[in-house]
């Protein structure tokens, strides 16, 4: 996996992250861009499950940018738990977008925890991302109408012992949400998915390779 470190602008504040690009290729690639967790429980663009998609999408021919929100890392400005990291999940695919050999036409977006919570709180921000991924989200960031009735391709993971995002109540919480819409469990995993991170890297970076086909 070919990496390089990049800052980029969300508004007035410069964000860290990281973009990777898979080997040679004779097509430009498509992208995904991955969310971190909550900085407060330890949550950076180092996620093991963040690291774990990254590598799994390499590992089918995607490129990826990883970022830190503002105030995480060497990201400037504050944290604030949601308000305005919208615009920095708008601005890191607004980079990828435009970044030279990839792809724009094809980007997807990919979110663990907050960073689902973030993703789903603002998909009228995200309307360039042709898939969605949302990892452990909250069941009530999973309320929002706007993604029940998407019709872009999205994918749910929850894990079988969250305690956090319970797998039941986020089953039923989709029951109604319009298709093309696929929900995965992982069996014996809890909200950290620790022990599991490779197996959620493959599922996501096999189902927004087809996505974006």
Same mark, same amino acid.
């Given at each position: ?70 105030? /995480? ?8 738990? &949601? +308000? =305005?990291?919208?615009?920095? #999940?708008? %601005? ?46 909250? /069941? ?8 029940? &009735? +998407? =019709?872009?391709?999205?994918? #749910?993971? %929850? ?55």
């Amino acid at each position: 996996m070919r990496q390089a470190a990049i800052s980029f602008r969300s508004k007035r504040l410069t964000l860290d992250g990281v973009i990777s690009t898979p080997g040679q290729s004779d097509d430009e690639p498509g992208a995904l861009v991955v969310c971190h967790s909550h900085p407060t429980l330890g949550g950076d663009m180092t996620d093991a499950v963040v690291m774990a998609i990254c590598e799994a999408a390499d590992s089918v021919g995607m490129a990826t940018l990883r970022f830190n929100f503002r105030g /995480v890392g060497d990201s400037e400005g504050q944290f604030t738990n &949601g +308000d =305005e990291e919208g615009h920095d #999940v708008k %601005a890191a695919v607004d980079t990828i977008r435009r970044w030279p050999g990839i792809d724009g036409r094809r980007v997807a977006i990919a979110g663990y925890s907050l960073g689902a919570a973030i993703i789903l709180d603002n998909l009228k921000r995200l309307k360039q991302a042709r898939a969605i991924v949302v990892v452990a989200p909250t /069941v009530e960031s999973l309320k929002n109408p706007k993604f029940a &009735g +998407d =019709e872009r391709p999205r994918l #749910v993971v %929850a894990g079988q012992n969250d305690k956090v995002a319970p797998s039941l109540a986020i089953q039923r919480e989709l029951d109604s949400a319009s298709q093309p819409l696929r929900f995965a469990e992982m069996l014996d995993a809890d909200h950290s998915m620790r022990g599991h991170e490779s197996m959620v890297g493959d599922l996501v970076a096999e189902f927004v390779a087809g996505a974006l086909a």
